[in-house]
């Protein structure tokens, strides 16, 4: 008798790791379509119909300010996996492992402690005005019939108690969780790197360079 031959057998599927969770600012990326729109519209506007240096003049704005403004608005952006952190700022990025993580806080701006160093999470904006509307709508809760929101949270299995937090805040929290979870897996080890934007710092400082040349010279 033949054994069976358990080459063929299918494997069991391995789990793959959840996507990276990602924080960006709403506000931030609406200000910086608007402003891209409005500078292709007045720069394209210079370009095309612009006399003498007018138009060398527009491309020197629009190569330094397109890329502040990208980098300002668009660019920030924070990304969270299983193993690491990596936080997009407007001039360069930050990869810091879960278990380089010192702390994460929210006062009057978002920052990441990791390997003796403070960061800023430029796409988490701390919004005081949100906060004051959460603390609101937490008390204006609390003061509701108890009663009837308990029976009405009880049958969903929420709880009412649970404070508002802002968007902000929220954000931080999370991170803070995911530290805590993902601090003693193996590939969440080692030490922060940090990557400096070049493709946003070199067009901007060909403008600028360009600019100064033309005011100079003109």
């Known amino acids: 008798m033949t054994s069976p031959d358990n080459s ?7 789990p793959e790791p959840y996507a990276d969770r990602v924080y960006r600012s709403p506000s931030a990326l609406i200000a910086g379509v608007v402003l891209l729109a409005l500078a292709a519209w007045l720069g394209g506007d ?4 612009g006399e003498g240096r007018t138009p060398w003049l527009a491309l020197a704005a629009l190569l330094l300010l397109v890329p502040l403004v990208v980098a300002y608005t668009l660019r920030p952006a924070v990304f969270a996996g299983t193993e690491r952190l990596r936080v997009r700022n407007p001039f360069r990025t930050i990869t810091v492992p879960w278990a380089s993580v010192e702390g994460v806080r929210a006062g009057y701006s978002s920052e990441l402690f990791a390997g ?6 430029w796409a988490l904006p701390v919004s005081l005005r949100a906060r004051k509307r959460a ?5 204006r809760g609390a003061a509701q019939d108890p009663h009837a929101r308990g029976r009405a949270s009880s049958a ?18 999370e991170l803070r969780e995911l530290a805590e ?6 590939g969440a080890q080692g030490a922060p790197s940090v990557r400096w934007a070049y493709e ?3 067009p901007c400082a060909v403008g600028a360079v360009l600019l100064v040349v ?5």
């Not at 063929?8 to 391995?14: C, F, M, R």
């Open 8 to 14: 063929s057998a299918p494997k069991p599927a391995q």
């Open 46 to 49: 210079a370009l095309v119909r």
């Open 116 to 121: 003796d160093h403070k960061y800023q999470l």
């Open 135 to 139: 603390a609101r709508q937490t008390t």
């Open 156 to 173: 969903a299995g929420l709880s009412d108690a649970a404070p508002r937090r802002a968007p902000s805040d929220q954000a931080i929290e």
């Open 181 to 186: 979870r993902h601090a003693d897996s193996e």
């Open 200 to 202: 946003i710092i070199a």
């Open 214 to 218: 033309l005011t100079a010279t003109g």
